[in-house]
C-alpha cells in the first residue's frame, strides 16, 4: 500500500473534528498532529485549566473487539499500565478513556510528550544534523544513547516480563528534542502496540532459548528491517529485542548523509556485506564486538543485561579495530522488490550545483565519457572523473581504468545505491584545483567559504578579499586551531597550511583576518538599567562585529541583544534601535562618543500589559520549539507578506516556510488561530490589545523533495523524488520519466490546488509553477501525467 493512500486512509479513519471533540470530553485541547503510531494517531494536547504550558502525546485508536488488531491495543494498554514505576527510559503513561464518537468507539491513551523520534533526531538537530554521529565527546552518540536503550529493555524484559518485538529508530523517542549536548539526551522506548507479555509462558527452571518450553507465539511481527531472524518463526523469547537493538547500534554509529540510503544499507549490514571500518569510529573495540555479539544466532546473543555490561564500556579503548566482519555472512536476506537493476548514475560538473541524472541502464567507462560529454560538453579525453563517496570523510575517488568503474557500478547494482561522479576539465584543472577554506573578519562571529587556486600568499589574500572585502595589501592573516592562532605571513605558510599533517583530521581550515589600516571604533556599552558604562571597541562598523564585541565586554550573548543608541535630538534625550550593519555605519560615522545601551529579549514572564502604538502593529513573536524566549516585533503594513518578511528578517526562517498562529483566548479558553491571509492579518491587529504570534516551521529536505505521480485516468500512485537544488520543470519531468518511462517531450502535467477556496487543476507549464507547488503545498503533492496523443487531453485544449 502506497504512502499517499496511507495518508487518506488515516484522515478517513480519524477525522479531526472527531478527535477533538474526544479530547474535549476529557479536557485536552488539541494543538497539531505528532505522527502515526502502529495502528493509530498521535496528537499533540494540552489541558484546559492548567495553568503552565504542559502538553501531552494523546494516541488514538480505534477501539473495535471484531479485528485482528483488538489483542495488540489491549496488549499496548496493558504495557503501559505495567510502566507504573515511570522507568526514565520508557515513555510515561498516565491515564486512558474510552469515548463513543459518530457511533464509533475510540481509545485514547494520554503520554508524555516526546516530539522527535530517534530517526528525525539524527537528521535534525542542534548538533550539527547526522555530524552528530561523528562527535569525539566525551561522551559519542552511540556511547550515551544505546546504554540508555539497554536500560529501557532489561526493565521491560525484566521487570515487566514482556517483549517489545518492534524496536526502530521511529519508536525510540527523544524526551527533550533540542538537546544542546550530547550529555542532556534522554532516550525513551515507545510504541508497546506489538508487545506482548511473555513471562508466564516460561517454565522457572527453563532456558529462555529452549524452544519446547515456548507457548506458541504470532510470528513475522514487527519491522521487517530490523526483525529477528526467529521473528519469522514462532519460537523466540526476549531476545529478539536484543537483536533489533545490534540494528538500531549500527544506525547510531555509522554516519550517512542522506536517511533514504538507510534501507539498502540495513539489507547489506544483515546480508554481511559490511565491515568494522564502515562504522565512523574505528577505534572501539567495545563497539564493533557489541554489534557482533547483539547480530548472532538467539543461542549466543546476549541478553538486556549482559549487552548493558558491555555498553558501558563503549568509547573507553580508543585504538584502531582490525578489519572484521560486523554480521557473519548467511543467506541474504528476502525482501520484497528487491530485483537488482542498473544503478542511478548522477553527474555534476566542478563548479557548479545542478548535477545531470543518466537514464538506468549498463555502462562501460566509455560509454559513460561519451553521455557525460553529450550533457557537460567536456571532450571525453579531457575527462577527470571522480565518485563522491558517503564515507565517514566524503571523499573524491579517481576512476580511470575501466575495472575501477566496472567494480564501482556492480557494487551500486547490489546495493541499490545511486552513483555520484564530479567531471572537470584537465585541460583547465592541471594544477589548478582549487583550495577550500573558512574566513572571517577578526571579531566577527559569521564564517564564509572561500578558495584559493594555488599554495601562494598573493592567490590566498585575492581569495580573501574576494569573500570579505579587505584589501590584500592591509591583510593580517592567520590560522585557527585548537592549540591558538598561527600567523600565516609568506608562500611557505600557506602551504602548510593547506598540506600539514599536523592540521586536525576531518576539520576545515579556519582563517581569521584582520585590518591593519582599519581604525577601532570606539564606543560604551551598559547594561539597561545599570549605572556603570563599560568602555569598548570595535574594528568593524558591522552589527556581528559590534555584538561580539559587546559579549565579551557584559557577557549577553548576540542573538539575546537588543541594542539602542543613547542620544540627543533637538535637545531631547532618544534611544535609537540598532537592528542593521547601516545603523552601525551611521553611528559611527557621526564622530561622537557612541552610548549603546543592552537589553535581552523579552521572555514571556516579563511582557509588558499593553505594548502600546497600534499603529506601529507591534506583536510578541515566539518560535514554537522555544515556548519561553520571545521577540518584541512591529510592522507598519498590516499584510501577511509584510508580516512573514518582518519574522524572516528576526529569525531567519524562511517566508514560505513560515507557518504562523495567533496564540489567543476565546471563551476564556487558551486557542492557537492560524494565520494564512491579509484580512486576518488586519483584524487580528485590529481588535487585540497585545499580539502573540507562535512561528512554526515547515521543514524543507536538504536534498530531495518526495512527490507522487499517476497516469491520467488511472488510480495507481508511485513515489518519485526531484532534486531541491533542481527545482524546475525541465528536471520533473526527467524524474517522472524515470519512474513510469513517460518521454519528457509528451509530457502533460497537472496538479490540483485550492485557489479562492475551490479545488481547481493547474496545468504545469513553466518553472515557476514548479517552484510554487514543492515550496507553498502543506499537503502531499500528487501530479497527474498525460501523453499528448491522450484522449484526456481534450480537457487542456
Same mark, same amino acid.
Not at 546473543?301 to 568509547?315: F, Q, V
Not at 568602555?535 to 537588543?562: F, G, H, M
Not at 502604538?613 to 501577511?640: G, P, V
Given at each position: 500500500?502506497?504512502?499517499?493512500?496511507?495518508?487518506?486512509?488515516?484522515?478517513?479513519?480519524?477525522?479531526?473534528?472527531?478527535?477533538?471533540?474526544?479530547?474535549?470530553?476529557?479536557?485536552?485541547?488539541?494543538?497539531?498532529?505528532?505522527?502515526?503510531?502502529?495502528?493509530?494517531?498521535?496528537?499533540?494536547?494540552?489541558?484546559?485549566?492548567?495553568?503552565?504550558?504542559?502538553?501531552?502525546?494523546?494516541?488514538?485508536?480505534?477501539?473495535?473487539?471484531?479485528?485482528?488488531?483488538?489483542?495488540?491495543?489491549?496488549?499496548?494498554?496493558?504495557?503501559?499500565?505495567?510502566?507504573?514505576?515511570?522507568?526514565?527510559?520508557?515513555?510515561?503513561?498516565?491515564?486512558?478513556?474510552?469515548?463513543?464518537?459518530?457511533?464509533?468507539?475510540?481509545?485514547?491513551?494520554?503520554?508524555?510528550?516526546?516530539?522527535?523520534?530517534?530517526?528525525?533526531?539524527?537528521?535534525?538537530? +542542534?548538533?550539527?544534523?547526522?555530524?552528530?554521529?561523528?562527535?569525539?565527546?566525551?561522551?559519542?552518540?552511540?556511547?550515551?544513547?544505546?546504554?540508555?536503550?539497554?536500560?529501557?529493555?532489561?526493565?521491560?524484559?525484566?521487570?515487566?516480563?514482556?517483549?517489545?518485538?518492534?524496536?526502530?529508530?521511529?519508536?525510540?523517542?527523544?524526551?527533550?528534542?533540542?538537546?544542546?549536548?550530547?550529555?542532556?539526551?534522554?532516550?525513551?522506548?515507545?510504541?508497546?502496540?506489538?508487545?506482548?507479555?511473555? $513471562?508466564?509462558?516460561?517454565?522457572?527452571?527453563?532456558?529462555?532459548?529452549?524452544?519446547?518450553?515456548?507457548?506458541?507465539?504470532?510470528?513475522?511481527?514487527?519491522?521487517?528491517?530490523?526483525?529477528?531472524?526467529?521473528?519469522?518463526?514462532?519460537?523466540?523469547?526476549?531476545?529478539?529485542?536484543?537483536?533489533?537493538?545490534?540494528?538500531?547500534?549500527?544506525?547510531?554509529?555509522?554516519?550517512?548523509?542522506?536517511?533514504?540510503?538507510?534501507?539498502?544499507?540495513?539489507?547489506?549490514? $544483515?546480508?554481511?556485506?559490511?565491515?568494522?571500518?564502515?562504522?565512523?569510529?574505528?577505534?572501539?573495540?567495545?563497539?564493533?564486538?557489541?554489534?557482533?555479539?547483539?547480530?548472532?544466532?538467539?543461542?549466543?546473543?546476549?541478553?538486556?543485561?549482559?549487552?548493558?555490561?558491555?555498553?558501558?564500556?563503549?568509547?573507553?579503548?580508543?585504538?584502531?579495530?582490525?578489519?572484521?566482519?560486523?554480521?557473519?555472512?548467511?543467506?541474504?536476506?528476502?525482501?520484497?522488490?528487491?530485483?537488482?537493476?542498473?544503478?542511478?548514475?548522477?553527474?555534476?560538473?566542478?563548479?557548479?550545483?545542478?548535477?545531470?541524472?543518466?537514464?538506468?541502464?549498463?555502462?562501460?567507462?566509455?560509454?559513460?565519457?561519451?553521455?557525460?560529454?553529450?550533457?557537460?560538453?567536456?571532450?571525453?579525453?579531457?575527462?577527470?572523473?571522480?565518485?563522491?563517496?558517503?564515507?565517514?570523510?566524503?571523499?573524491?575517488?579517481?576512476?580511470?581504468?575501466?575495472?575501477?568503474?566496472?567494480?564501482?557500478?556492480?557494487?551500486?547494482?547490489?546495493?541499490?545505491?545511486?552513483?555520484?561522479?564530479?567531471?572537470?576539465?584537465?585541460?583547465?584543472?592541471?594544477?589548478?584545483?582549487?583550495?577550500?577554506?573558512?574566513?572571517?573578519?577578526?571579531?566577527?562571529?559569521?564564517?564564509?567559504?572561500?578558495?584559493?587556486?594555488?599554495?601562494?600568499?598573493?592567490?590566498?589574500?585575492?581569495?580573501?578579499?574576494?569573500?570579505?572585502?579587505?584589501?590584500?595589501?592591509?591583510?593580517?592573516?592567520?590560522?585557527?586551531?585548537?592549540?591558538?592562532?598561527?600567523?600565516?605571513?609568506?608562500?611557505?605558510?600557506?602551504?602548510?597550511?593547506?598540506?600539514?599533517?599536523?592540521?586536525?583530521?576531518?576539520?576545515?581550515?579556519?582563517?581569521?583576518?584582520?585590518?591593519?589600516?582599519?581604525?577601532?571604533?570606539?564606543?560604551?556599552?551598559?547594561?539597561?538599567?545599570?549605572?556603570?558604562?563599560? $568602555?569598548?571597541?570595535?574594528?568593524?562598523?558591522?552589527?556581528?562585529?559590534?555584538?561580539?564585541?559587546?559579549?565579551?565586554?557584559?557577557?549577553?550573548?548576540?542573538?539575546?541583544?537588543?541594542?539602542?543608541?543613547?542620544?540627543?535630538?533637538?535637545?531631547?534625550?532618544?534611544?535609537?534601535?540598532?537592528?542593521?550593519?547601516?545603523?552601525?555605519?551611521?553611528?559611527?560615522?557621526?564622530?561622537?562618543?557612541?552610548?549603546?545601551?543592552?537589553?535581552?529579549?523579552?521572555?514571556?514572564?516579563?511582557?509588558?500589559?499593553?505594548?502600546?502604538?497600534?499603529?506601529?502593529?507591534?506583536?510578541?513573536?515566539?518560535?514554537?520549539?522555544?515556548?519561553?524566549?520571545?521577540?518584541?516585533?512591529?510592522?507598519?503594513?498590516?499584510?501577511?507578506?509584510?508580516?512573514?518578511?518582518?519574522?524572516?528578517?528576526?529569525?531567519?526562517?524562511?517566508?514560505?516556510?513560515?507557518?504562523?498562529?495567533?496564540?489567543?483566548?476565546?471563551?476564556?479558553?487558551?486557542?492557537?488561530?492560524?494565520?494564512?491571509?491579509?484580512?486576518?492579518?488586519?483584524?487580528?491587529?485590529?481588535?487585540?490589545?497585545?499580539?502573540?504570534?507562535?512561528?512554526?516551521?515547515?521543514?524543507?529536505?536538504?536534498?530531495?523533495?518526495?512527490?507522487?505521480?499517476?497516469?491520467?485516468?488511472?488510480?495507481?500512485?508511485?513515489?518519485?523524488?526531484?532534486?531541491?537544488?533542481?527545482?524546475?520543470?525541465?528536471?520533473?519531468?526527467?524524474?517522472?520519466?524515470?519512474?513510469? +518511462?513517460?518521454?519528457?517531450?509528451?509530457?502533460?502535467?497537472?496538479?490540483?490546488?485550492?485557489?479562492?477556496?475551490?479545488?481547481?487543476?493547474?496545468?504545469?507549464?513553466?518553472?515557476?509553477?514548479?517552484?510554487?507547488?514543492?515550496? +507553498?503545498?502543506?499537503?502531499?503533492?500528487?501530479?497527474?501525467?498525460?501523453?499528448?496523443?491522450?484522449?484526456?487531453?481534450?480537457?487542456?485544449?
Amino acid at each position: 500500500m502506497n504512502e499517499q493512500h496511507n495518508v487518506n486512509e488515516e484522515k478517513e479513519k480519524f477525522p479531526l473534528e472527531e478527535i477533538k471533540q474526544g479530547l474535549k470530553s476529557k479536557g485536552f485541547q488539541y494543538v497539531m498532529p505528532v505522527g502515526n503510531g502502529s495502528d493509530g494517531r498521535v496528537v499533540q494536547a494540552k489541558k484546559f485549566d492548567e495553568k503552565e504550558k504542559i502538553e501531552y502525546a494523546i494516541k488514538i485508536l480505534l477501539d473495535t473487539m471484531n479485528d485482528e488488531k483488538a489483542k495488540y491495543r489491549k496488549r499496548e494498554l496493558y504495557a503501559l499500565k505495567a510502566n507504573k514505576d515511570s522507568h526514565q527510559n520508557i515513555v510515561k503513561y498516565y491515564e486512558y478513556w474510552n469515548t463513543s464518537l459518530n457511533k464509533r468507539q475510540f481509545l485514547f491513551i494520554q503520554m508524555e510528550l516526546c516530539r522527535l523520534n530517534l530517526e528525525a533526531f539524527v537528521y535534525k538537530n +542542534e548538533m550539527g544534523n547526522a555530524e552528530i554521529i561523528k562527535a569525539q565527546g566525551p561522551p559519542r552518540f552511540y556511547q550515551h544513547a544505546f546504554p540508555q536503550l539497554l536500560k529501557g529493555l532489561y526493565f521491560i524484559h525484566e521487570t515487566m516480563g514482556w517483549v517489545h518485538r518492534d524496536l526502530h529508530p521511529s519508536n525510540i523517542l527523544i524526551a527533550n528534542p533540542n538537546p544542546q549536548r550530547i550529555s542532556d539526551i534522554v532516550v525513551k522506548i515507545a510504541d508497546f502496540g506489538r508487545a506482548r507479555e511473555i $513471562r508466564s509462558i516460561f517454565d522457572a527452571s527453563a532456558s529462555l532459548t529452549d524452544a519446547s518450553k515456548l507457548e506458541k507465539l504470532s510470528t513475522e511481527v514487527g519491522n521487517k528491517l530490523f526483525r529477528a531472524p526467529e521473528l519469522n518463526t514462532q519460537d523466540y523469547d526476549y531476545k529478539v529485542d536484543l537483536y533489533s537493538a545490534g540494528i538500531v547500534l549500527y544506525f547510531l554509529s555509522c554516519y550517512l548523509e542522506d536517511k533514504e540510503q538507510w534501507k539498502n544499507e540495513i539489507k547489506a549490514f $544483515r546480508n554481511g556485506e559490511r565491515r568494522s571500518e564502515d562504522l565512523f569510529h574505528q577505534d572501539d573495540k567495545h563497539l564493533v564486538s557489541l554489534i557482533q555479539s547483539l547480530l548472532q544466532e538467539k543461542e549466543k546473543r546476549p541478553t538486556a543485561e549482559e549487552a548493558l555490561k558491555t555498553a558501558n564500556k563503549l568509547g573507553e579503548t580508543k585504538e584502531p579495530v582490525e578489519s572484521q566482519i560486523l554480521v557473519e555472512s548467511k543467506k541474504p536476506v528476502e525482501y520484497t522488490n528487491t530485483g537488482s537493476r542498473a544503478p542511478q548514475v548522477f553527474v555534476k560538473k566542478d563548479g557548479e550545483t545542478a548535477a545531470y541524472r543518466f537514464p538506468r541502464k549498463e555502462y562501460t567507462l566509455s560509454s559513460l565519457k561519451a553521455e557525460v560529454e553529450k550533457c557537460t560538453g567536456v571532450k571525453a579525453e579531457s575527462q577527470l572523473l571522480r565518485q563522491s563517496t558517503t564515507m565517514p570523510e566524503a571523499k573524491l575517488v579517481n576512476i580511470i581504468p575501466d575495472e575501477i568503474f566496472q567494480n564501482i557500478f556492480d557494487s551500486a547494482s547490489i546495493g541499490g545505491k545511486p552513483i555520484h561522479i564530479n567531471v572537470s576539465d584537465s585541460t583547465y584543472t592541471v594544477n589548478r584545483e582549487e583550495k577550500r577554506f573558512r574566513v572571517k573578519k577578526e571579531g566577527e562571529l559569521v564564517w564564509k567559504r572561500c578558495s584559493t587556486k594555488d599554495y601562494t600568499l598573493s592567490s590566498l589574500q585575492a581569495g580573501i578579499e574576494s569573500c570579505i572585502g579587505v584589501k590584500a595589501k592591509s591583510q593580517l592573516i592567520s590560522q585557527q586551531t585548537s592549540i591558538g592562532l598561527t600567523a600565516i605571513n609568506s608562500d611557505s605558510d600557506v602551504q602548510s597550511l593547506f598540506t600539514s599533517p599536523s592540521n586536525e583530521k576531518g576539520q576545515p581550515i579556519c582563517v581569521i583576518v584582520s585590518d591593519s589600516n582599519r581604525k577601532e571604533k570606539k564606543f560604551r556599552v551598559k547594561k539597561e538599567g545599570e549605572l556603570d558604562w563599560n $568602555r569598548c571597541s570595535t574594528k568593524y562598523d558591522t552589527l556581528s562585529s559590534l555584538q561580539a564585541e559587546i559579549q565579551n565586554c557584559i557577557n549577553i550573548k548576540p542573538e539575546l541583544q537588543v541594542l539602542k543608541q543613547q542620544t540627543t535630538i533637538y535637545g531631547k534625550d532618544r534611544e535609537i534601535g540598532i537592528t542593521s550593519d547601516g545603523d552601525v555605519k551611521s553611528i559611527f560615522e557621526a564622530g561622537d562618543l557612541v552610548d549603546i545601551i543592552v537589553s535581552k529579549k523579552l521572555s514571556p514572564n516579563k511582557l509588558p500589559a499593553n505594548l502600546g502604538n497600534r499603529e506601529a502593529n507591534n506583536f510578541l513573536l515566539t518560535k514554537i520549539d522555544n515556548l519561553w524566549d520571545s521577540e518584541l516585533c512591529s510592522i507598519e503594513d498590516d499584510t501577511l507578506s509584510s508580516l512573514k518578511a518582518k519574522i524572516e528578517s528576526c529569525t531567519g526562517v524562511k517566508a514560505h516556510l513560515q507557518i504562523l498562529y495567533q496564540e489567543t483566548t476565546i471563551n476564556k479558553r487558551p486557542c492557537r488561530i492560524a494565520i494564512t491571509c491579509d484580512d486576518y492579518v488586519k483584524k487580528m491587529f485590529k481588535a487585540a490589545e497585545k499580539v502573540d504570534i507562535i512561528l512554526s516551521q515547515n521543514q524543507l529536505p536538504q536534498s530531495e523533495l518526495m512527490f507522487f505521480i499517476k497516469k491520467a485516468g488511472e488510480a495507481a500512485l508511485e513515489r518519485c523524488l526531484i532534486k531541491t537544488d533542481a527545482l524546475n520543470l525541465s528536471s520533473l519531468k526527467e524524474a517522472i520519466e524515470s519512474c513510469i +518511462e513517460v518521454k519528457t517531450d509528451s509530457q502533460v502535467l497537472c496538479y490540483k490546488t485550492v485557489l479562492s477556496g475551490e479545488i481547481q487543476e493547474i496545468n504545469i507549464k513553466s518553472d515557476q509553477l514548479v517552484q510554487c507547488m514543492f515550496l +507553498e503545498s502543506t499537503e502531499p503533492i500528487v501530479v497527474t501525467v498525460s501523453q499528448k496523443n491522450d484522449a484526456s487531453l481534450d480537457m487542456y485544449q
